[in-house]
């Protein structure tokens, strides 16, 4: 079945860097968009970054913009976020999500704590 494992989240000082990892089963990976959330205590989820199928475009909320970059290795059927110059606000558990067969599908999260 459908599967996404993510992994590599952690805690980091203000200014760190991360680099999240989402182990894709289960469907032809490199068919699918994939996207980055996140979700911070007591707020909605958001979209933190998205992938196209071949990686050619990605796309960024602002307020990461320059800080995080997605990428993703088909090969592996795997998507990363690379995350510099973490804040607190970037505090949150991070999430890998995809639209598989009509369905929206997501890991089970890891958490990012950016603390002092």
């Known amino acids: 079945q459908v599967q996404l494992v993510e992994s590599g989240g952690g805690l980091v000082q203000p200014g760190g860097s991360l680099r999240l990892s989402c182990a894709a089963f289960?469907?032809?990976?490199?068919?699918?968009?994939m996207s980055w959330y996140r979700q911070a205590p007591g707020k909605e989820r958001e979209l933190v970054a998205a992938i196209t199928s071949t990686g050619d475009t990605t796309n960024y909320r602002d307020s990461v913009k320059g800080r995080f970059t997605i990428s993703r290795d088909n090969a592996k059927n795997t998507v990363y976020l690379q995350m510099n110059s973490l804040k607190a606000e970037d505090t949150a558990v991070y999430y890998c999500g995809a639209r598989i067969w009509g369905h929206d599908r997501w890991g089970q999260g890891t958490q990012v704590t950016v603390s002092s």
């Open positions: 289960g469907f032809t990976f490199s068919n699918y968009a």
